[in-house]
């Protein structure tokens, strides 16, 4: 069975840096691609960014303005989010992401099929 955890939210004041993690877990589970996604309550799920396992390719969405940087950990299946400058527009719950096969665009939340619980941000003005 895969497990996905993610740490490291909270509350913040606007300018704050966050620094997300997430870790992966199962008997022989290998992620090919984590990602991070966040949900505000009456909206949909929405992609934040996508790294795969050697960190060459990643995605960013599309209206992302370079605040927010993801990265791969030494540790096999652990990525990092890196938000600076945070906005109380990012208030959401944060959601990592796992697959070891890719099947769907890995912006989109049907490529994963292992996902955490999620971590609430909570970014005050």
């Known amino acids: 069975q895969v497990q996905v955890q993610e740490s490291g939210g909270g509350l913040a004041q606007a300018g704050d840096s966050l620094r997300l993690s997430c870790a992966a877990s199962g008997p022989s589970f290998s992620a090919i691609y984590m990602a991070w996604f966040r949900q505000v309550p009456g909206k949909e799920r929405e992609f934040v960014s996508a790294?795969?396992?050697?960190?060459?390719?990643?995605f960013h969405r599309r209206s992302g303005d370079g605040r927010i940087t993801i990265s791969r950990g030494d540790t096999k299946n652990t990525v990092f989010l890196q938000m600076n400058r945070l906005k109380p527009e990012d208030t959401a719950i944060y959601y990592c992401?796992?697959?070891?096969?890719?099947?769907?665009?890995?912006?989109?939340?049907?490529?994963?099929?292992?996902w955490g619980q999620g971590t609430q941000v909570t970014v005050s003005s």
């Open positions: 790294i795969n396992d050697k960190g060459t390719d990643i």
């Open positions: 992401a796992a697959t070891d096969v890719v099947r769907k665009p890995v912006t989109t939340a049907e490529a994963y099929a292992y």
